[in-house]
Each structure stands twice: as structure tokens, then as C-alpha cells.
């Protein structure tokens, strides 16, 4: 417990860029996404899935420069939705044309667990920055973290003093109904008051944002856990002192980060 703190505390200062903004945060994200897909590179080989890390790097990188272009250099920011596509067009077909250049000729694994490496980490994790880049409530970026950071902190005291009914035991037998609840409760309550103070005209958005964003961290700490029971490992690293790596750390802002910006996008910003 004391080590969790302790590492926490130096997570701290992270969040100063998140209040500058811009390209610190940019490369901050960018390299905690090229860390965790890193991470789950490992994760799979133990696994004896042999991902193509070179294409799924290459594919990344094509990622963040789309990303600055249209962020940084005074593009057309209105068209960011087609380079998008065409990366998504890019990194899926290499993909599965790398599937074709497997050791294995009856295991496709490899190319796939290359697709899902970069989809599931620089993309998802990239949502930060895209937040970041909104003209409009771009601030509400701190929801990403009041609800992910503020359903684990909840859910683990919810859990740690009520839990008696176990969530999903097979994949983490230390989570419970009651945590699962707590960190719900936490994360609406936390995000309502972020936006009282804030955003008082969007007060709908934070009930929303807190109650679904909590459910989607939930999801993101279940999926990552499930990675890792089947990868055989306890941690996808050792990064951070009683946290393992950052896809330790920052599991249940993976889905989170997406699920904001498309509700601002959409519902928000219409």
C-alpha cells in the first residue's frame, strides 16, 4: 500500500501536462503509447505470438504524424477524420497482409496481435491529445482522468471496506460488486463537481460522462487484466514502483480517453 502511494505521488507531476497542453502533451502521450504497445508486445511473445513490432511501430509513428499535422501545422483541422481513415485503412491491411508471412501458415496471431497492439494502445491513448485539440471544451479533458483515476481510488476503498461479491472472479478475483458500484458513485460524483465549478452549463454531460466513463474504466482494467491471465504474466512491467508498467497504470484510461471525445464530439459540441 505504502509502495502504491508512494508511486502515485510521483504520478503527480504528469498531470502538469495535461494543464499545459499542446505538443508536451502531445509527446507525452505519444510516448506512453509507444511504452505500453512496447508492453504488450512482451505480453504476447510470452504468449509465443510473435507480433511484426517493426510494422506495428512504423504504423504508430504514422499515427502521431497524422495526429501533428493536423494539430500543430495548420492544416485543415476539419479534415483529421480522413487521415484517420486512411491510417485505419493502413495499419488493418498490413496487418492482415502480414498475416500471410507468419512462421506458422495455419496461425494468423501474429499479424493480428500486431493490428490489435496499435489499435488498442497509441490509437485508443491518442484520444488525449485529440481532446486536447478541440476548439471547444477542450478542458474537459480532465474528465478523462476524474473518472478513470477517480473509479480506482473509489472502487479499491469501495471494495477494500463493503466488497463481498466478487465482480469477474476469473479474471480479477480481488474486485467485487460493491467496488465496482463505489467507483461508479465516485466517478459521477467527482465529474459533476468538475463540471459545477467548470463547466456549470454542462452539468447533464458530467452526470453522463461520469456514470459511463466509470463503466468504460472498469472495462479497460477488466480487459487488461484478461490480456495478462492469458499472456501468464502479473504485470506488463516494471516501470512504476508498485504499479507495474503504464499499461499497468493507465489500463482504465484506455478506453475512457475515447469514450469522452466521442461524447463531446457528438453531444456536447453538436
Known amino acids: ?40 508486445y512482451k ?5 509465443g505470438i510473435n507480433p511484426f513490432k517493426i510494422a506495428g511501430y512504423i504504423c504508430a509513428m504514422i499515427l502521431y504524424i497524422i495526429l501533428y499535422v493536423y494539430m500543430f501545422t495548420g492544416a485543415d483541422h476539419a479534415k483529421l477524420s480522413e487521415g484517420l481513415l486512411l491510417w485505419l485503412f493502413i495499419t488493418v491491411s498490413s496487418g492482415l497482409v502480414l498475416c500471410l508471412f507468419t512462421k506458422d501458415e495455419n496461425n494468423i496471431s501474429d499479424g ?26 477542450s478542458r474537459m479533458i480532465w474528465l478523462v482522468f476524474i473518472t478513470a483515476f477517480g473509479t480506482d481510488t473509489f472502487a479499491y476503498f469501495s471494495g477494500m471496506f463493503f466488497g463481498k461479491h466478487k465482480l469477474i ?30 463547466f456549470p452549463q454542462h452539468l447533464a454531460a458530467g452526470f453522463f460522462i461520469g456514470v459511463l466513463g466509470s463503466i468504460f474504466a472498469q472495462f479497460g482494467d477488466l480487459i487488461a487484466s484478461a490480456f495478462k491471465r492469458k499472456m501468464g504474466i502479473k504485470d506488463y512491467g516494471r516501470l512504476i514502483p508498485g504499479h507495474g508498467g503504464i499499461l499497468d497504470r493507465f489500463d482504465s484510461v484506455i478506453l475512457t480517453a475515447p469514450f469522452v471525445y466521442y461524447y463531446i464530439v457528438l453531444i456536447v459540441n453538436r
Open 169 to 198: 472472479p476469473n479474471i480479477s478475483p480481488k474486485k467485487t460488486i460493491e467496488g465496482a458500484i463505489g467507483g461508479v458513485i465516485g466517478s459521477t460524483v467527482l465529474s459533476i463537481i468538475f463540471c459545477a465549478i467548470i
Open 1 to 40: 500500500m505504502k509502495t502504491r502511494i508512494i508511486s502515485a505521488l510521483f504520478l503527480l507531476p504528469l498531470l502538469g501536462f495535461v494543464v499545459i497542453g499542446g505538443r508536451p502533451l502531445y509527446f507525452l502521450v505519444m510516448l506512453f503509447g509507444l511504452i505500453a504497445m512496447y508492453e504488450f
Open 43 to 47: 505480453g504476447f511473445e510470452n504468449m
Open 112 to 137: 493480428l496481435a500486431t493490428i490489435v497492439s496499435v489499435m488498442y494502445l497509441p490509437f485508443f491513448l491518442s484520444h488525449i491529445s485529440l481532446i486536447d485539440g478541440l476548439q471547444e471544451n
